[in-house]
């Protein structure tokens, strides 16, 4: 990390809270609009995006978790070729290398991890196999920039097309992690973000500090494509485990859900919380207890602070005449998963 990367020359202090789920209740501000589908299927998610595309104009690139060989729960592959061959048949997929030495660290790795997973339907930019930028930070308290993929300004809007699930440092992998680790590059920038400089253990940063470093590496992406940057959410084989662990991922045992889409990536993500802690118990617990014991739910509370979007919003039933749907029916039709 240099010097000028950091936000200030006093170390800051992490918030607090990110194990204790705020009540929709106990919020307060404006409110967004996400959209919402049962319809879980290519054509489920072509309707999500058809929602909030409207915001995607000239060269789209789209952030999109391509998974380690075989991964079992990643997005469907051919809802995804559907998507691009219907909706958006000149934009790309973007991805960085990764920080953990796996089937995506470097990018020679990272293309032969792209053909074994089937996406070869679409142009594939690996953003960082060029070398890296440095994006500003807004108010933030840890960077006042981060490095991201050279590749990611070539862009003239951003879809980022995300599996929300469980994760083992983050608590939850929701469109915040999808763009604030995934578009850092894969030596720098995520180094910026899990490591304090002269530790021997690369993932020592860890609760609190590492949802607001992550989010502020989200913002510097946010801030960049500004109206241009949308958000769908696949609440579908949600294990605890990021799909950065392959087939070594936790078996699934959350119901599957729906898809959500938004123009605001803090009240897609936030829904996406609400609806698992809607279902019962005995469903959502695994899931529950994975964003609680990382605190991974000071994401919300952190992008609220930085002004990134709204915690309250409607859910609009894309199902049902666009009715506002409460959380309680949202999940109602979920059962028991069955792998």
């Not at 991201?148 to 994760?167: C, I, P, R, V």
Request: aromatic share 6%; with cysteine; net charge negative.
């Amino acid at each position: 990390m240099t010097a000028s990367s950091t936000a200030s020359s006093q170390t800051p202090v992490p918030g607090t809270g990110g194990d204790t789920y705020v009540q929709p209740s106990e919020r307060s501000g404006d409110t967004s609009v996400v959209y919402f589908t049962r319809d879980l299927s290519a054509e489920g998610l072509r309707a999500a995006v058809a929602r909030v595309s409207g915001h995607l104009t000239g060269k789209v690139a789209v952030k999109l978790h391509t998974g380690e060989q075989h991964g079992p729960n990643i997005i469907p592959r051919d809802w995804v070729e559907e998507l691009f061959a219907r909706d958006l048949p000149q934009a790309t997929i973007v991805e960085t290398n990764t920080y953990y030495e796996g089937d995506r660290y470097t990018t020679e790795q990272h293309r032969e991890t792209l053909e074994v997973n089937g996406w070869t339907f679409a142009d594939v930019d690996i953003m960082d196999e060029d070398g890296t930028t440095m994006l500003p930070v807004q108010g933030g308290k840890w960077f006042t920039e981060m490095s991201m993929g050279s590749h990611l300004t070539d862009y003239d809007s951003l879809l980022a097309l995300t599996h929300f699930k469980g994760h083992t440092q983050g608590g939850f992998g929701g469109s915040n992690k999808n763009l604030g680790i995934g578009c850092a590059d894969g030596r720098v920038g995520k180094a910026m973000i899990h490591t304090t400089p002269g530790q021997d253990n690369k993932w020592d940063i860890a609760t609190e500090e590492f949802m607001e470093r992550m989010t502020e590496s989200t913002k510097a992406t946010v801030d960049h494509f500004g109206e241009r940057v949308v958000y769908v959410n696949v609440m579908r084989n949600m294990s605890v485990s990021c799909d950065c662990e392959g087939t070594s991922a936790m078996p699934v045992v959350t119901p599957n859900v729906g898809i959500l889409a938004s123009t605001d990536i803090l009240a897609i993500d936030q829904a996406c919380v609400d609806l698992v802690y809607a279902m019962t118990e005995e469903d959502h617990h695994d899931l529950v207890e994975r964003m609680e014991s990382r605190h991974g739910l000071r994401q919300l509370t952190y992008m609220k602070e930085l002004g990134m979007g709204n915690d309250l919003y409607d859910l609009i039933d894309m199902d049902n005449g666009d009715a506002t749907l409460s959380l309680q029916d949202a999940v109602a039709h979920v059962v028991p998963f069955e792998g």
